[in-house]
């Protein structure tokens, strides 16, 4: 564990293979006063990464070439196709403009937390963002992430309409551990996972002992040093969630 939490060798991120930061273009002039244009030039895999990948390639801004970025591609998306960026844009799939622009109800995903990060939210395979309600007064926007959380952002974020591509990944069944040990070597050494009860005492606080129990409180305090913060980490409460709203007795109604 204190390996894991610090970095060490093993437990580092493989990403040797990948092929790079999946992120919008730079918000610049083009985009706050107009529009630009780019074209897809190919769709990839990126390991270790559930969505796939569009590469799509605009002209520079000031310079006599063209450039090629990386993003997650939305459900639809074709190598060839046009797609437009910025707050001139118009809705169509692919397109990326401000959220300001967008009706209430449109689907979004490679959503901006803050106006200019290159997109943080909605980003992994069929993943999308609603957008929920619009505040031109205070410039905010309200939106519902795909964990159901509604968030407000500033209305200048930007976000791709549509979905991300990649939806339904989960839905096949892993059917034997070999799929899951290669699905886990492309991401990063956290699979599979062993119980600290059937460790030995050397190797975590919970192993040892002539049956598998933990032998103390399995909560551990916020401040633990690493090595010693494994468990029920500041828990609130322990045990099951008992009782709720269907176990309530009917109010009487009053004649």
């Known amino acids: ?4 939490v610090h970095g060490g060798s093993v437990y580092t991120a493989h990403s040797c293979k990948r092929k790079g930061a999946a992120k919008l273009r730079v918000l610049d002039y083009i985009e706050r006063k107009g529009y630009t244009r780019g074209v897809v030039r190919d769709i990839v895999h990126d390991s270790g990464r559930g969505a ?3 590469l799509v390639q605009f002209r520079h801004a000031w310079k006599e070439k063209k450039v090629l970025h990386r993003m ?3 459900e639809g998306m074709y190598t060839g196709q046009y797609v437009y960026f910025g707050a001139k844009a118009q809705l169509g799939l692919g397109n990326v403009l401000p959220v300001s622009n967008m009706p209430e109800g449109t689907i979004v995903c490679n959503m901006e937390s803050q106006a200019g990060d290159r997109g943080k939210l ?3 395979s069929g993943c999308y963002s609603v957008i929920i309600s619009q505040n031109p007064d205070t410039g905010k926007t309200r939106i519902k992430l795909p964990s159901g959380q509604k968030k407000t952002v500033s209305s200048n974020c930007r976000g791709m309409i549509g979905i991300c591509a990649g939806g339904g990944r989960i839905e096949k069944p892993v059917l034997k551990a070999g799929n899951n040990y290669y699905k886990f070597k492309a991401k ?3 699979w599979p996972v062993v119980r600290g009860v059937a460790m030995s005492p050397v190797d975590h606080p919970h192993g040892g002992g002539n049956h598998q129990h933990i032998g103390h409180a399995s909560t551990v305090r916020r401040e633990a040093p690493p090595g010693q913060k494994v468990g029920l980490i500041a828990a ?3 045990g099951r969630l008992r009782g709720g709203k269907g176990d309530a007795k009917p109010e009487k109604k009053e004649k």
Do not use: I
Request: proline share 5%; net charge positive.
């Open 122 to 124: 909605a980003k992994a």
């Open 1 to 4: 564990y204190q390996r894991r």
């Open 72 to 74: 997650v591609a939305s």
């Open 188 to 190: 990063r050494k956290c």
């Open 236 to 238: 609130r409460r322990t």
């Open 52 to 54: 796939p990948l569009a």
